[in-house]
């Protein structure tokens, strides 16, 4: 979420049709964590929103919600499919303020896009200070396991209605995971353009992050889902709450 800006317009339209299971999957624990949110009305800030996958299903319960993302091709993308979101905006993390939220929520691993662990420290030490007393925490972050489950990961891919999608994958050390991808999209003339973009992500050991949150005041811990969902291996759901 910081830099120049993962998801640029083909590969975000590509995981906006092709890859909506995840937002599908974690949506339902996510909604059921943040429900005294929605009885007092309070206010939720998403980071990482993309096109707006689980925004939607946020508004769809009734949330309201700023929808934040680092890549104007998602927010583009999001104005369309969550044109009802309080508000939209473009959020580069570790360096904008968040604003003041009863809930932080954000899927995808948004964080283990940052350049390095003291990035993703000092993003958590501002998602701790913008969520106000009583305000919930739930959010997906890449642990080590997560590359070392995949050393050694075979190439990978994708193929919808006039897009594809090949995956190379490769971990050159234990707290990095890199994705080297090239997305095809038909044209109306029926040819295809290619656009590649790698992506890294940090790993880090997420045992230490509820430390990190408590010193900031917030009570948290790690689990293994949001609710009764089944996240990918080695990558843990954080869920928390600021005492009222």
């Known amino acids: 979420m910081s830099g120049e800006p993962y998801y640029r ?4 339209l590509v995981h906006h049709e092709g890859f909506g299971s995840h937002a599908e999957a974690c949506a339902p624990g996510i909604l059921s964590l943040l429900q005294p949110v929605r009885d007092r009305d309070g206010l939720v800030v998403e980071l990482g929103c993309g096109s707006g996958l689980l925004t939607r299903y946020l508004l769809d319960a009734g949330h309201r919600v700023i ?35 009863d809930a932080i929520v954000s899927i995808g691993h948004a964080l283990s896009y940052l350049p390095d662990a003291a990035s993703i420290d000092r993003a958590l030490v501002m998602i701790a200070r913008a969520l106000r007393p009583g305000g919930v925490l739930a959010i997906d972050l890449c642990d080590l396991e997560w590359a070392a489950t995949r050393i050694d990961q075979p190439s990978r891919g994708w193929l919808g209605e006039g897009w594809a999608l090949v995956t190379e994958f490769s971990v050159p050390s234990p707290d990095r ?44 811990r790690v689990e293994e889902s949001f609710g009764d969902e089944t996240l990918p291996a080695g990558l843990r759901a954080i869920i928390g709450r600021r005492p009222a």
Request: net charge negative; proline share 6%; glycine share 6%.
């Open 67 to 101: 929808a934040a993302d680092a890549s104007p091709a998602m927010l583009q993308l999001a104005g369309e499919v969550v044109a009802d979101a309080d508000e939209i905006r473009r959020l580069t993390l570790p360096h904008d303020p968040i604003p003041a939220a």
């Open 9 to 12: 317009h083909d590969l975000a």
């Open 177 to 220: 995971y890199v994705r080297q991808m090239a997305t095809f999209i038909r044209s109306g003339d029926g040819s295809w353009r290619r656009d590649d973009e790698r992506h890294d992500n940090v790993m880090i050991d997420t045992t230490l992050v509820p430390g990190l949150l408590a010193e900031q005041g917030v009570e948290a």
